[in-house]
């Protein structure tokens, strides 16, 4: 399917109404704008709510198109890549989240009439995936505190709206209020380690890394998830070591401990557990396998990128 001509490709545009701070209808008109400049046409199809994101990809791989277009936040993104991955239906995207992390790793712009035209005449890219027990994310999957500030970011933003700042005071709130640390087994490429810790959080972004001022790009370069586990550090040390990496201070072995793997399997003392994958939460039984994955996404990006690592 991506030897197909760009210009009869049909294209199906999967909008996540919810997400970001966006008057939908303006948004929906910004997209066709942008596909109208390209010369190009789209199918555009609203999705209400983010659960209903699965069923909707499905259903436009059953209609036949060629280029299914992911226009929403993080979350969204992963969640219509696990549809898709494998499928060889190419993947455009329209960022329209908080963060967008993993548009603006693959300079994919944020304004939505330029991201259409860039599904429209941008190049079909392999991205690698990581998956948690089968489950695709694009940027990090996270146990333990990571998986509370989200649902305190939840809260936060249905009374005061979504922004940065939000997310930010989610942090801090959830961090006061933490209670207890995890137990966990770590097994990474057959190396096994034990830790106590309040958080775990697998990477697969590099330009992730360099936004929130952490090391391990090397791992992603090898083709490996890179790994953070926080020392156990109490109530007060987990602040500290927050307002270290909010400044782009955070070290090795301070602040974190490393590991990079390909494939990462966490067994955990209590089984059923909150995970977060790309800003959306799931319960998910443990043990917990985290993989790197090549060959299963296709993506439309700029022809010519400033960092070929993602």
Not at 93 to 106: D, E, H, K
Not at 280 to 297: I, S, V, Y
Request: charged share 25%.
């Amino acid at each position: 399917m991506t030897d197909q001509p760009s210009q009869t490709r049909r294209i199906c545009v999967l909008m996540n109404a919810g997400s970001g701070k966006r008057d939908t209808a303006r948004t929906r008109d910004l997209i066709a704008r942008g596909f109208d400049a390209a010369g190009r046409t789209a199918e555009i199809r609203e999705i209400a709510k983010g659960r209903h994101i699965p069923r909707e990809t499905r259903r436009a791989l059953k209609d036949g198109f060629d280029i299914i277009v992911a226009a929403g936040g993080d979350g969204t993104i992963a969640g219509i890549a696990g549809e898709i991955r494998g499928s060889g239906t190419l993947m455009g995207i329209i960022p329209l989240g908080t963060f967008n992390y993993f548009a603006r790793s693959l300079d994919i712009p944020e304004d939505a009439e330029e991201a259409a035209r860039l599904v429209a005449d941008g190049t079909p890219r392999p991205v690698r995936i990581g998956a948690i027990n089968g489950r695709t994310f694009l940027n990090n999957a996270s146990l333990g505190a990571y998986p509370a500030i989200l649902r305190t970011r939840e809260e936060t933003y249905r009374r005061w709206g979504r922004s940065r700042m939000a997310a930010y005071w989610s942090v801090l709130v959830t961090l006061v209020t933490l209670r207890r640390p995890l137990r966990l087994r770590i097994d990474a490429d057959g190396k096994a380690s034990t830790h106590r810790t309040p958080l775990a959080f697998a990477v697969n972004n590099a330009f992730q890394l360099r936004q929130i001022g952490l090391e391990g790009e090397e791992h992603i370069a090898a083709g490996r998830l890179a790994l953070f586990v926080a020392p156990d550090t109490g109530r007060w040390g987990m602040l500290k070591n927050a307002l270290a990496l909010a400044m782009g201070r955070a070290q090795r072995d301070v602040q974190f401990h490393l590991i990079g793997a390909e494939r990462i399997t966490i067994a955990a003392k209590r089984s059923l557990r909150d995970v977060a994958c790309d800003g959306e939460r799931a319960k998910m039984r443990a043990p917990f396998t985290l993989e790197a994955r090549e060959g299963e996404l296709t993506v439309i990006a700029p022809a010519a990128r400033r960092d070929d690592l993602r």
